[in-house]
């Protein structure tokens, strides 16, 4: 765990004084910018559900994912679901790796958890793109861009 948090507590920290800094209402440069949208990231991905504590191999994939940029181009209302089908996938197609985790208490081969989460990632990737597709607006370029409709004239 140690090995794959290693940068947690300092971006967290980084972002916490970003954060308040950015309610000033100040404009923020690029690299503020994606420092502040990893953090907001990291945070949904540090959630727990309340009295169901997640085992310490799910933490360290999930980390893993987070402290590695792999989740960055994620919108953060994704990442809970992300998060979520990120470990059934592993769990059903990665199981070793977990077990690996869980007996050793050390992270195996980065490159297989990084190459298993960017296969993972490209999937979802695609339904997210999917989703927001099936959601836009007819002749819409992008979601959300629909003309709001008209008022009801009065009679």
Known sequence: MKSVAGTLKIDLA?????EAFATFGSEL????????????????????????PMPVEDQVIVIFAGT????????????????RDLLDWFHTRHS?????????????DENAIRSAIENFRTEFLATVNQAE???A??????????EPAPAPAPQ
Do not use: C, W, Y
């Open 14 to 18: 980084q972002f916490r004084d970003l």
């Open 137 to 146: 607006p007819v002749g819409s370029d992008r979601p959300g861009d629909a």
């Open 133 to 135: 597709t099936a959601r």
């Open 29 to 52: 440069d690029a690299v503020s910018r994606a420092q502040l949208d990893r953090g907001m990231r990291l945070v949904e991905l540090l959630k727990q559900p309340l009295n169901s």
């Open 96 to 108: 070793g790796l977990l077990s690996e985790i869980r007996t050793t208490g050390a992270l195996p």
């Open 68 to 83: 590695n940029g792999l989740v960055d181009d994620l919108p953060v209302d994704e990442v809970r679901r992300f998060e």
